[in-house]
Nanobody
Framework: QVQVKESGGGSAETGGSLSLGCSVR???????WSWYRQAPGKEREFVSS???????TYGESVKGRFTVSQDDNARTASLEMSSLKPEDSAMYFC???????????????????WGEGTLATVSS
């Protein structure tokens, strides 16, 4: 069973930093990684993505403050969050989509897996 697991999160003060990680277990492929967040009472919001070729996209609310990266060998991705604001407080979710890269992953191409989320809280 493919598992996506977020790590990191926690609490920080306004202006501080937090780091999030995302890893994939039980599947050795190349991935497109995406980060989303959801605050209580709000819809899930796109935060950032990095695809298998390294193309990066950021949501408008986090541009210039967050940095996404990936380590293909380790099958992990990271989201470095800095200059945090109270409105960054949310549950952060990692989404993984299997990229068309390795031939042994052909049956998995395009499949998407979500983690259960990790909480980040920013105090004012």
């Amino acid at each position: 069973q493919v598992q996506v697991k977020e790590s990191g999160g926690g609490s920080a003060e306004t202006g501080g930093s937090l780091s999030l990680g995302c890893s994939v277990r039980n599947l050795v492929c190349r991935y497109d990684w995406s980060w989303y967040r959801q605050a209580p009472g709000k819809e899930r919001e796109f935060v950032s993505s990095i695809d298998a070729e390294g193309k990066i996209t950021y949501g408008e609310s986090v541009k210039g403050r967050f940095t996404v990266s990936q380590d293909d060998n380790a099958r992990t991705a990271s989201l470095e969050m800095s200059s945090l604001k109270p409105e960054d407080s949310a549950m952060y979710f990692c989404k993984v989509t299997v990229a068309r890269w390795y031939t042994w992953c052909v049956k998995e191409y395009g499949k998407t897996y979500w983690g259960e989320g990790t909480l980040a809280t920013v105090s004012s």
